[in-house]
C-alpha cells in the first residue's frame, strides 16, 4: 500500500523560498511511472505543478523556479520553490501513479492514483 506524507509548508514572504518534501512508502518505482506535485487554492480546482517520471529521467514543472526532484535512497520526493509569488499559496499534494501516464495527461489529476495529505503554503507581503 502506497502512503505519501508531505511536509516543508509554512507561511513566507513573496520573493521566498520553500522545500516540500514528500516521504514515500510502498511505491514501486517503475520507469514508466509518475509522481508529481499538485496545490490547491480556495475556492479552486486542484492543479499540476510539477512531475517527475519514477526513473527521474524526466521532469516537468509550471515554472523554471520550482525545482522537482527524489531520492530514491531515502524514499522521498522534493519540491524547491523559489520567488514564490501570492498565486503561488495553497495546499500543496504529492501523488504518485500506478500505470504509465502519457504524456499529454500528465497534469490531469485523475492519473495519479495515491496522494498524501497535503502541506499549506502561505505567501505574504
Known amino acids: 500500500q502506497v502512503q505519501l506524507v508531505e511536509s516543508g509548508g509554512g507561511s513566507v514572504q513573496a520573493g521566498g523560498s520553500l522545500r516540500l518534501s514528500c516521504a514515500v512508502s510502498g511505491y514501486h518505482y517503475s520507469s514508466g511511472y509518475w509522481m508529481a506535485w499538485f496545490r490547491q487554492a480556495p475556492g479552486k480546482e486542484r492543479e499540476w505543478v510539477a512531475g517527475i517520471r519514477s526513473d527521474g529521467r524526466i521532469k516537468d514543472s509550471v515554472k523554471d523556479s520550482f525545482i522537482v526532484s527524489q531520492d530514491k535512497a531515502k524514499n522521498s520526493l522534493y519540491l524547491q520553490m523559489n520567488n514564490l509569488q501570492f498565486e503561488d499559496a495553497g495546499v500543496y499534494y504529492c501523488?504518485?501513479?500506478?500505470?504509465?501516464?502519457?504524456?499529454?495527461?500528465?497534469?490531469?489529476?485523475?492519473?495519479?492514483?495515491?496522494w498524501g495529505q497535503g502541506t499549506q503554503v502561505t505567501v505574504s507581503s
Open positions: 501523488a504518485t501513479s500506478r500505470w504509465e501516464v502519457p504524456h499529454a495527461d500528465l497534469r490531469r489529476a485523475d492519473q495519479y492514483t495515491n
